[in-house]
Every structure is written in C-alpha cells, then in structure tokens.
C-alpha cells in the first residue's frame, strides 16, 4: 500500500488513483503536501518487505523490524487518538497494541533466529 500511494501521488490521474476512494481525506492532505512526503513512503515500502521477507524466513531481524514497525504504528495512532481522532486513533491503538502484544510473546519470538 505505501508503494501504490507513492505511485498514485507521483503519478496522478491513473486508474490507480480509483484507490483513494478508500481514504479520500488522506489523499486531500497528502496532495496538499507535495512530493517530499511522498517520497518518504517509497523506504517505507521498501522496509515493509524486507520485514515481510525476515519474518517468513523466520530471522531475528525480520521479528524486530516488524516490532518496530508495529511500534511505531502504535505511536503514531495514540498522538491520532490525544490530538482527538478517538475513533480512528482508539481503533488502531486497540488492534496494533495487540498485534504488538503477540509479537512480544515468548513463544513467538523464540521462533525466529
């Protein structure tokens, strides 16, 4: 998905862009942006694979990289849910606090090397 909005904020005016009917207020404020954000997804999706690529080859650094992102995901909706997105910012901490809670897990981590 960064690759594709990367793609799509690059590139406008592709069928591609059919895919922000999703998010329509986040194409808003990335398109107000500019490109220097959009570029910034392009080594999000490349960190996103190789976290992807450790993690089904069961590499320690697969695991952190992926606790690490989920990490940061946390972060990231908590500041949405103080700053008043309860929803959206509630949500997200609920369902990436857990994921990061199960990757926590002894047995979990104990399964990569």
Do not use: C, E
């Not at 990335?30 to 960190?47: D, E, I, R, Y």
């Not at 694979?49 to 697969?62: D, K, M, P, T």
């Amino acid at each position: 998905m960064a690759a594709l909005a990367a793609t799509t904020l690059l590139v406008p005016g592709t069928v591609l862009d059919r895919v922000w009917a999703l998010n329509p207020t986040a194409h808003k404020q990335l398109s107000l942006v500019g490109g220097k954000v959009t570029l910034l997804f392009l080594p999000l999706a490349v960190a996103l694979v190789a976290s992807g690529i450790g993690w089904f080859r069961r590499r320690l650094w697969g695991w952190k990289l992926a606790v690490g992102i989920v990490a940061v995901q946390v972060i990231g909706d908590s500041i949405n849910f103080v700053k008043g997105d309860w929803i959206r910012g509630g949500i997200g901490v609920i369902i990436a606090g857990s994921l990061l809670l199960y990757l926590l897990r002894s047995p979990v981590k104990s399964a990569f090397y």
